[in-house]
C-alpha cells in the first residue's frame, strides 16, 4: 500500500507558465483534498471532492483548477503561475467526507520565480 | 467562516517534561477536532482526535481535552522523548454540516525536545 503519492516532488516554474500536480490514493477513499502550507499560517483548504464526480472550493481556490479523474487521482491545475503560489502543497484523502481521518501525501514544493 | 487559533508557535522542553498546545476555535457548531502531526519532509499525520459529545480522550502519553462552552481544546504530551519533536496542527470542523466536515487548520507549533 503506498497510501497518498504525489508527482512530482519539487517544480521551479516562472510566472506565467502552467502545470498540473498530480494525487493518486490506493485507499479506495471516496474524498480527496487540496491543500497549500505556507511558514506561520498552517494548512489551507484549496479544493477538495466529497466523492468521485463532485469537486467545490475551499478557503483559497482563486488561481487553481482541480479535476476529479477517477476516484484513485485528483489532479491541482494551475494555469498562468504566480509568485503568490510558492507553497508545498499537500495532497488527502478520506474515507468519506467528515469527522474521518485525512491522509496525506508526503508533498510538493512549488518555487514560481 | 471557522477561524482556528493556535499558540503557542514554538515550544521547547526537556525531554521527560510535559507539553500542551492550545487551539481556540470561533464556530460554535464545529464538533470534531483532529491533531496532525508532522515530521521534517513529510506530510501531516493524525495522531489523536476528540467529537464535541466528550471532555477528555487518552491514548498512552497523547490527552487532548475540549471545552466547549469556551470553545478550546488542547494536545497535552506527557514524558516527552526527542521523537516527538516536530510541527503540530490542531483542527476543527463541522462534520455534519454543509460543509462537507471541511478541516480548518490552526497555524502549527514547532515542539522541540531536548535530549
Known amino acids: 500500500n503506498a497510501g497518498v503519492t504525489q508527482t512530482p516532488k519539487f517544480q521551479v516554474l516562472k510566472t506565467g507558465q502552467s502545470m498540473t500536480l498530480q494525487c493518486a490514493q490506493d485507499?479506495?477513499?471516496?474524498?480527496m483534498y487540496w491543500y497549500r502550507q505556507d511558514p506561520g499560517m498552517g494548512l489551507r483548504l484549496i479544493y477538495y471532492s466529497a466523492s468521485e464526480g463532485t469537486t467545490d472550493k475551499g478557503e483559497v481556490p482563486n488561481g487553481y483548477n482541480v479535476s476529479r479523474l477517477n476516484k484513485r487521482e485528483f489532479s491541482l491545475r494551475l494555469e498562468s503561475a504566480a509568485p503568490s503560489q510558492t507553497s508545498v502543497y499537500f495532497c488527502a484523502s478520506s474515507e468519506l467526507p467528515g469527522a474521518y481521518e485525512q491522509y496525506f501525501g508526503p508533498g510538493t514544493r512549488l518555487t514560481v520565480t | 467562516g471557522e477561524n482556528v487559533e493556535q499558540h503557542p508557535s514554538t515550544l521547547s522542553v526537556q525531554e521527560g517534561d510535559s507539553a500542551v498546545i492550545k487551539c481556540t476555535y470561533s464556530d460554535s457548531a464545529s464538533n470534531y477536532f483532529p491533531w496532525y502531526k508532522q515530521e521534517l519532509g513529510k506530510g501531516p499525520q493524525l495522531i489523536i482526535d476528540i467529537r464535541s459529545n466528550v471532555g477528555e480522550k487518552k491514548d498512552q502519553r497523547i490527552a487532548v481535552t475540549l471545552n466547549k462552552t469556551a470553545k478550546h481544546f488542547s494536545l497535552h504530551i506527557t514524558e516527552t522523548q526527542p521523537e516527538d519533536s516536530a510541527v503540530y496542527f490542531c483542527?476543527?470542523?463541522?462534520?455534519?454540516?454543509?460543509?462537507?466536515?471541511?478541516?480548518?487548520f490552526g497555524q502549527g507549533t514547532i515542539l522541540t525536545v531536548h535530549p
Open positions: 483542527a476543527a470542523s463541522n462534520a455534519g454540516g454543509t460543509s462537507y466536515g471541511k478541516l480548518t
Open positions: 485507499m479506495n477513499h471516496n474524498s
